[in-house]
Structure formats: structure tokens, C-alpha cells
């Protein structure tokens, strides 16, 4: 078996590297935005709490003025300090009820929701609180406050964060505290919220950002998926390609061979120019992917006559005007009778499928433009095509008919020298003379059977191939 094919499975190759790398990149992308979130996010939860702390610095500025207003009345006498720390225990935590507690629903004051007061002076003594008004912070468990005292009496802090049972459970939460302190009474003025509330507005925002990330992965894992099978599918595309590909051109050449076959005379006459061009385009430095489309149009180029009727096809005589014009639209039956075999084939041999059709629609151009389907004028003429013209014409000329012999190898070359300028281009007619010698000539008749030429020729190399030109 040739090894023209070998190419596909190079460029699927190529292309499952690319198709790797593409799941890689997927994958990265859900990470990297993970990472661009959670970095957003701390400095998004770095100004929330900023501007948080500000709020609440807002709010017990306010409530400082009060207390500034109390103590001036203290000093006017128009209040007793007994009295004006009564009112300020009212304003910050509610009245009194009769078990001794604080009714936190009747405080007066603004508040942010979950925001409330809490008051204790330099001993810790808890001045004002709901529910354990007069207690000492430090004889307290950690359930309320005695970390709060500590930070703020021992360390001299004014913003601080700690742990606090939920009243009625063995729960525990953060609270947030901003303490000033009143030194007129001798009270550390604390406002206080639980972590919950304080970051309420930021916490919808980091719920959403973690649907976001969510979303992120269970995108990448979709389309992951959908690579997968698209990369299966096209894997099996490709081969189901290569296989139809593989397939048409045994058709193709079955029928070509089917065709020459009809008449014994032109028997073997597909395989004998596939064989010479091939031997001219080695000549012509071309690679051995051209090479081998060179090979497959020389066996093609003629099956366009493949639905011409035998009574013209195999005529003896004289054709008439009419079967003439029949016979000369061969190279366009051709070309449209590949372009629907070759309908299903893939880009990747789009370059080689054109050229067969090339050489199957121009191989009757004459240099001097008299030829045909096109009147193509020299190097008009593509140069497949004028390689095939000579090739087809010499074994044209060397072959028998029913009407005529076939002339001898010498007097072929007179001939293809003779028409060189007008018929033939004279560069690929100085091509041929240089690589298809009479030896040559004599094994292309020898055989009949093209992958038996072709193997014969690759195995042996016999053929000396000497003086290359440029394509």
C-alpha cells in the first residue's frame, strides 16, 4: 500500500495537541477567576468594614452629644447627675420593667438593626445594659462582655471584636464594639453589634459571588463535557472522512481501470501517464504528498469517459462533428464527477482534491491556447496540467488502436519535440526527455496493474533521475 495517506494522521495529531490543550486552558479559567473573586472580595470586605466602622463612629458621635447635653444641665442644676444618667440609661437601653431588666423596643435612639448600647466604668461595673445592669464585667463568664472589658480598660483599645454566648443557648457569636470613653461620668460608651448584622449587606454580595464561582465550575464542567464530545465526534468525522476519501479514490480508480478495459487497446493507458508523471514530477523536485496527487489525477484524468456510450467511445472510424463534441467534454464530465465523489471529503485535502480536478478538467489545453474545455494559454495552463498533457499524449502516441499502431519510443519523442511551443509546454517536454528513457518507456508497458507500476518503481528505482528543474 502507498504511503501518500500518511498525512491525515499527522494532522489529526496536530490537531488532538490542540484539542488537549484547550480542556487545560477551560480548567484554568474557572481557577482564575476564583482567584480574582477572593482576592476582590477581601478588599471589598476590607472597605465594607472601614465605612461600617465609620457609620457606627457617626452614630456615637451622636449619641456623645446627648450625653454632653446632660452633663451641661448637670452643671447648670437644672439636673441632678443621679437624674441625668437615669434619662441617658433610658435614651440608651429603654426604661426599666418591674423584673429589673431594660425594654430594648422603647429606645429612642436611631439605631442600625442588631446595633445596641452597652456602659460600664472604669471597674468594669456594667452601667447600662439590658439585662445585667450593675454586674462586674470581670466577675462575668466570656457569655457578655469580660473580653471587651479587658481589651478596652487593660489595652486601651477603641474597636474590637469578640466571642459572646446567644442569650438562651451555648451558642456563641461575634460582636463588634466601638468604645469611647465620657470621663464627666466615668463611662465607657460602647455600641455594639453582632458580626451578622454588621456584615449583612456584604454577606448577599459573597452569596452571590459564590454562585458566581459555582457557576464558573459548573460552566467549565459543561463545556468540558461538550469538548469531549466534540472532540470524539470530530475524531470520528475525520476518520469516517479519511475512510470515504480512501474509498472514492478505489472507486475511481476501479472505474478507471473498468473504463480502459472496455477497449483493449487503451488498456493500462491511466496507469502508464500516471506512471510517467510521477517520474516527471520526482524530476521536478516536487514532495511526496504532490507526487502522489500527481499519481492519482494521472489515473483519473480521463474518467470523464466512463458515461460515454461504446458506439462513440470505441469507434473506428471517422467521428462525426457531434461524437466529437461529445468525446472533447470529457475533461468537464470529469471534473464534475469528482467534485460530487470528493463532496463529502475534508479541508484538510481540499488543495489535493482541487489539483485531480485541475488535472482532470486542463490535461487538453494546448500551449498555443488552441486546446481544450478553456483555450488556457500557456503558462496559463496549470503546471499539473501541462505535465499531464505531455505524459497523455505520448503514451497516446506509443499505444495500438484498432485504426492504427502504435509509434516506437523514438519516433513519439520526434513528435513531442515537433509540437513543443504550439501543443506542448517546452519546459515539461525538456523534463520528460531528461527522465523517461526508452527503458522506462518499456517497463511502463510491461505493466498493466497501477499499484504493481508504482511498487515496481519505488522498490526497484531503476529510473535515473538527473538535471532537475524548478517547478
Known amino acids: 500500500m502507498r504511503k501518500g495517506r500518511s498525512v491525515l494522521p499527522l494532522l489529526l495529531q496536530k490537531k488532538t495537541i490542540k484539542t488537549r490543550l484547550f480542556p487545560v486552558f477551560l480548567l484554568l479559567l474557572p481557577i482564575i477567576f476564583s482567584i480574582i473573586?477572593?482576592?476582590?472580595?477581601?478588599?471589598?470586605k476590607q472597605f465594607y468594614y472601614q465605612n461600617e466602622i465609620e457609620k457606627m463612629n457617626r452614630q456615637l458621635n451622636s449619641t456623645f452629644q446627648i450625653l454632653t447635653l446632660y452633663d451641661e444641665r448637670v452643671k447648670e442644676d437644672s439636673l441632678s447627675l443621679s437624674e441625668a444618667e437615669y434619662e441617658a440609661r433610658n435614651l440608651l437601653a429603654g426604661p426599666k420593667r418591674p423584673d429589673g431588666t431594660r425594654n430594648s423596643d422603647a429606645v429612642d435612639l436611631?439605631?442600625?438593626?442588631?446595633?445596641?448600647?452597652?456602659?460600664?466604668?472604669?471597674?468594669?461595673?456594667?452601667?447600662?445594659?439590658?439585662q445585667l445592669e450593675g454586674r462586674n464585667?470581670?466577675?462575668?463568664?466570656?457569655?457578655?462582655?469580660?473580653?471587651?472589658?479587658?481589651?478596652?480598660?487593660?489595652?486601651?483599645?477603641?474597636?474590637?471584636?469578640?466571642?459572646?454566648?446567644?442569650?438562651?443557648s451555648q451558642k456563641s457569636e461575634n460582636k463588634i464594639a466601638i468604645v469611647r470613653y465620657f470621663p464627666q461620668w466615668d463611662w465607657y460608651v460602647s455600641l455594639i453589634t453582632t458580626e451578622t448584622y454588621f456584615y449583612k449587606q456584604l454577606s448577599d454580595l459573597k452569596t452571590?459571588?459564590?454562585?458566581?464561582v459555582f457557576g464558573s465550575y459548573l460552566i467549565t464542567a459543561v463545556l468540558l463535557y461538550n469538548t469531549q464530545r466534540k472532540e470524539k465526534a470530530l475524531l470520528s468525522s475525520k476518520l469516517r472522512g479519511e475512510q470515504l476519501i480512501e474509498t472514492n479514490q478505489s472507486i475511481l480508480k476501479t472505474l478507471a481501470v473498468a473504463l480502459e478495459e472496455r477497449d483493449s487497446y487503451t488498456s493500462g493507458h491511466s496507469q502508464r501517464v500516471a506512471f510517467y508523471m510521477r517520474i516527471m514530477g520526482k524530476n521536478m523536485n516536487f514532495d511526496n504528498k504532490t507526487l502522489e496527487t500527481m499519481y492519482t489525477g494521472g489515473l483519473l484524468h480521463d474518467i470523464g469517459k466512463i458515461g460515454i456510450e461504446d458506439s462513440i467511445l470505441l469507434?473506428?472510424?471517422?467521428?462525426?462533428?457531434?461524437?466529437?463534441?461529445?468525446?472533447?467534454?470529457?475533461?468537464?464530465?470529469?471534473?464534475?464527477?469528482?467534485?460530487?465523489?470528493?463532496?463529502?471529503?475534508?479541508?484538510?485535502d481540499s488543495d489535493e482534491i482541487q489539483k485531480i480536478m485541475v488535472i482532470t478538467r486542463h490535461h487538453h489545453e494546448r500551449f498555443d491556447g488552441r486546446g481544450y474545455p478553456d483555450q488556457l494559454v500557456g503558462e496559463e495552463i496549470p503546471l499539473l496540467a501541462r505535465v499531464t498533457a505531455v505524459a497523455d499524449a505520448f503514451d497516446a502516441m506509443t499505444s495500438s488502436r484498432a485504426y492504427r499502431k502504435g509509434l516506437s519510443y523514438s519516433k513519439a519523442c520526434d513528435e513531442l519535440v515537433r509540437n513543443s511551443g504550439t501543443q506542448f509546454c517546452p519546459t515539461v517536454v525538456d523534463v520528460f526527455f531528461q527522465c523517461v528513457t526508452e527503458e522506462v518507456f518499456l517497463q511502463a508497458h510491461h505493466i498493466s496493474r497501477a499499484n504493481e507500476l508504482l511498487d515496481r518503481?519505488?522498490?526497484?528505482?531503476?529510473?535515473?533521475?538527473?538535471?532537475?528543474?524548478?517547478?
Open 208 to 212: 452571590l459571588l459564590v454562585i458566581l
Open 315 to 348: 469507434k473506428p472510424g471517422r467521428l462525426t462533428d457531434e461524437e466529437y463534441e461529445i468525446i472533447r467534454s470529457h475533461p468537464i464530465r470529469g471534473e464534475a464527477l469528482l467534485k460530487r465523489l470528493y463532496a463529502e471529503s475534508g479541508r484538510h
Open 457 to 471: 518503481f519505488q522498490e526497484k528505482n531503476e529510473v535515473s533521475l538527473t538535471h532537475p528543474i524548478s517547478s
Open 137 to 168: 464585667l470581670f466577675h462575668l463568664s466570656a457569655s457578655e462582655g469580660q473580653t471587651l472589658a479587658q481589651e478596652v480598660l487593660r489595652e486601651g483599645k477603641s474597636v474590637i471584636t469578640y466571642p459572646s454566648l446567644v442569650p438562651g
Open 37 to 44: 473573586v477572593f482576592f476582590g472580595y477581601s478588599q471589598a
Open 110 to 130: 436611631t439605631m442600625q438593626s442588631g446595633e445596641s448600647f452597652l456602659v460600664f466604668n472604669s471597674q468594669g461595673i456594667l452601667v447600662v445594659h439590658p
